[in-house]
T-cell receptor, first 113, second 117 residues
Framework: DAGITQSPRHKVTETGTPVTLRCHQT?????MYWYRQDPGHGLRLIHY???????DKGEVSDGYSVSRSKTEDFLLTLESATSSQTSVYFC????????????FGPGTRLTVT | AQKVTQAQTEISVVEKEDVTLDCVYE???????LFWYKQPPSGELVFLIR??????QNEISGRYSWNFQKSTSSFNFTITASQVVDSAVYFC??????????????FGAGTQVVVTP
């Protein structure tokens, strides 16, 4: 199994509070991704990173920001959480983009009340 | 824009029956990759297969087989002689080979497979 951990695994927070989710990998893969999973939508890409300090937006990036200061860590921040951001968040890594399969972390279940 | 459609929300079968999951994709690009992932009840996503748009050969891996047909833009997945452990949500996904799309997986909504003893 790919060495990917996510923290926290579960979190309940109130509307308007900032939240940071962490993804940590031990595979030294260049590419990292953040997805959210919602019923009826599958997984949707929020942001991704193609190297340290190199990030770009995905399909549903509004309300989210990311940072990557080290190869192994990719942080997802909700600056001011809203109820619509209640979801399961998955981090993924890949050795390269395109042809390479992505390996997913265990997920973080976030509830915004 | 790309789109992946998994029209079957849920499929229920009895153990040992075969089950086929449909995946239909839309893209104007001619070069792309297709994937299948499995999400068991424990929640993690498990990579099953990758197929590029140049290779229409069907593939078999144990009880799993995949039928890729560019003419109908479909990449269907069959589980033969299903087992209870096959109960999961299965996702089909697409990514283009263009530089600005690399790695951006477009997922279908998923198909829940329930296998009962």
């Amino acid at each position: 199994d790919a060495g990917i951990t996510q923290s926290p695994r579960h979190k309940v927070t109130e509307t308007g509070t900032p939240v940071t989710l962490r993804c940590h990998q031990t595979e030294n893969h260049r590419y990292m991704y953040w997805y959210r999973q919602d019923p009826g939508h599958g997984l949707r890409l929020i942001h991704y990173s193609y190297g340290v300090k190199d990030t770009d937006k995905g399909e549903v990036s509004d309300g989210y920001s990311v940072s990557r200061s080290k190869t192994e860590d990719f942080l997802l921040t909700l600056e001011s959480a809203t109820s619509s951001q209640t979801s399961v968040y998955f981090c993924a890594i890949s050795e390269s983009a395109g042809a390479y399969e992505q390996y997913f972390g265990p997920g973080t279940r976030l509830t915004v009340t | 824009a790309q789109k992946v459609t998994q029209a079957q929300t849920e499929i229920s079968v009895v153990e040992k029956e075969d089950v086929t999951l449909d995946c239909v994709y839309e893209t104007r690009d001619t070069t792309y990759y297709l994937f299948w992932y499995k999400q068991p009840p424990s929640g993690e996503l498990v990579f099953l297969i990758r197929r590029n748009s140049f290779d229409e050969q069907n593939e078999i891996s144990g009880r799993y087989s995949w039928n890729f047909q560019k003419s109908t833009s479909s990449f269907n997945f069959t589980i033969t002689a299903s087992q209870v452990v096959d109960s999961a949500v299965y996702f089909c996904a697409l990514t283009l080979m263009t530089t600005d799309s690399w790695g951006k997986l477009q997922f279908g909504a998923g198909t829940q497979v329930v296998v009962t003893p």
